[in-house]
């Protein structure tokens, strides 16, 4: 066998680099390998302008000319960028001390910006760079890829809602026959869920360090020991829209990373759990999937239109959560001050989220394909006359019958009953007859309660 060493999608170890490239390509800018070199390049060049704006009497205050240079090699860095940086981390077998030497050579022949040239990484210990960047990383494709995307399923679920509110379903508890609700209720209550899941993500404060070796600001004070450093530092952070965890050892602890990854687990939860209620009603013949010309369900069986949307959006929640539990469970554990078990998880951020796109992107394409099919549901609904025990036997103990659901259980547990049956036993009754005829008016299809307005008041 001769395969190729270059990767092509074809050869790529990874399915996220091979069979669903095309799917992962949002995150790319944020989550790859030059994504993350362009958040160090960002994040040396804002600590080295604010430094340049501190007062300090060896580094003068850059010119507008002077930023301008400096903020486009964050604007239009590229790959070729990147590439120079691998090239250099050959040599210092080191990748920010790469960085910082990618940023020098950048500067060399720019007079003003080359005097400046030792205050890149001034003071920094690599994981000041390196925290940061993942917290910059992380809230935007959180805010540009992952909540969008949640979103968009949340908006589909809620059409659902909306468009099923007044199917009647027949419930099913353990399994078997129960009170019966709509069909869309039954998406609004994972719209609900998914909603909360959402918000969850959504409100997790991403926290940075940028404050020296073990934390304490030992460098900086050594150099300038009358400048409020931990200020400054402050300050240098919530101009890249990050909150600074004030107490830390050498690596900003990733506390927060693991409140996002189990926020993440848990909308992919509540995703696998639709992912397999579905695939159930369209085993019952609940919901017909729109077929589309040339797909093949079956190499050897034709008529198979099968559920894989969901199946594929539920075998990748669960890689997807494997990573992320790792990480959250992993990265807040530390020896001492420091050490590298972090660095290495890290540079998964990618194949979590990556597998949670193609779950979600698999789930939306299902969610798309689904046509009701109302005559099966109907047919099921109305066979099962004994969900009608539970309303009379409550308002048999409203109007104090002797033993109601003693008696409507020897009438209908594990039997079933017939709609004649059940019309005798509530003729037979020593009830009111408003009561009665309220009863004998009701059907499983009109036993839905309120389903259908909460199906349609979802929001």
């Known amino acids: 066998m001769k395969i190729a060493k270059e990767l092509t999608a074809l050869n790529a170890v990874s399915p996220l680099d091979g069979r669903y490239a095309s799917r992962c390509d949002e995150l790319r800018p944020f989550l790859s390998e030059a994504g993350f070199m362009a958040h160090r390049v960002e994040v040396e060049i ?5 430094l340049s704006e ?18 486009k090699i964050v604007s239009q860095f590229s790959e070729q960028d990147a ?48 925290n940061t960047s993942h917290a910059l990383m992380l809230t935007r494709v959180r805010d540009q890829v992952v909540l969008p995307k949640l979103e968009e399923i ?5 059409t659902y809602a909306k468009q099923y509110a007044n199917q009647p379903l027949l419930s099913r508890t353990h399994g078997q026959p ?12 994972v719209a609900a869920r998914l909603k909360n899941a959402i918000e ?74 639709l992912n397999r209620d579905i695939w159930a009603y369209i085993s019952l013949g609940y919901f017909k999937q729109k077929l589309k010309e040339g797909e093949v369900g079956s190499s050897t069986m034709p008529h198979k239109v099968n559920p894989i949307d969901f199946e594929n959006s539920e075998g990748n929640i669960g890689l997807a959560n494997a990573v992320l539990r790792h990480l959250s469970e992993k990265l807040p554990v530390s020896r001492w001050q420091r050490d590298l078990t972090d660095s290495t998880v890290l540079r998964n951020l990618g194949v979590a989220l990556g597998y949670c796109l193609v779950a979600w992107d698999s789930h939306l394409k299902g969610l798309g394909k689904l046509e009701l099919n109302a005559a099966a549901i109907d047919a099921d609904i109305d066979s099962c006359w004994e969900v009608l025990a539970e309303p009379v036997q409550t308002v048999m103990r409203r109007y104090g019958l ?8 020897a009438l209908t547990r594990g039997r079933g ?3 004649e049956a059940l019309r005798e036993f509530i003729a037979n009754l020593d009830l009111p007859k408003d009561a009665k005829q309220r009863l004998l008016k009701m059907t499983p299809r009109s036993y839905i309660g309120h389903a259908h307005k909460l199906a349609k008041s979802i929001k």
Not at 154 to 158: G, H, N, P, Q
Request: proline share 4%.
């Open 154 to 158: 949340l908006a589909k679920l809620i």
């Open 200 to 273: 969850a993500i959504r409100k997790v404060e991403a926290l940075a360090k940028m404050n020296g070796a073990t934390g304490n600001y030992n460098a900086h004070l050594s150099a300038y020991p009358d400048i409020n450093w931990a200020s400054f530092s402050k300050n240098v952070l919530k101009g890249l829209g990050l909150k600074q965890n004030e107490y830390t050892i050498q690596i900003e602890p990733h506390d927060w990373m693991a409140a996002l990854f189990d926020a993440i687990a848990r909308a992919n939860t509540i995703l696998l759990d």
């Open 178 to 189: 129960a009170s019966p609700s709509t069909m869309g209720k039954e998406f609004a209550n």
């Open 46 to 50: 804002n600590w080295l302008i604010a």
């Open 402 to 409: 002797p033993q109601p659901y003693e008696q409507l259980k």
């Open 54 to 71: 501190a007062g300090l009497p060896e580094l003068p205050k850059f010119s507008a000319k002077s930023k301008q240079v400096l903020n």
């Open 417 to 419: 009953i017939t709609e």
């Open 83 to 130: 590439q120079r940086i691998k090239e250099i981390e050959r040599t210092t077998n080191h990748d920010v001390k790469a960085v910082e030497y990618f940023l020098k050579e950048k500067i060399a022949n720019d007079k003003a910006l080359a005097k400046a040239a030792e205050f890149i990484h001034f003071a920094c210990t690599s994981e000041d760079i390196n």
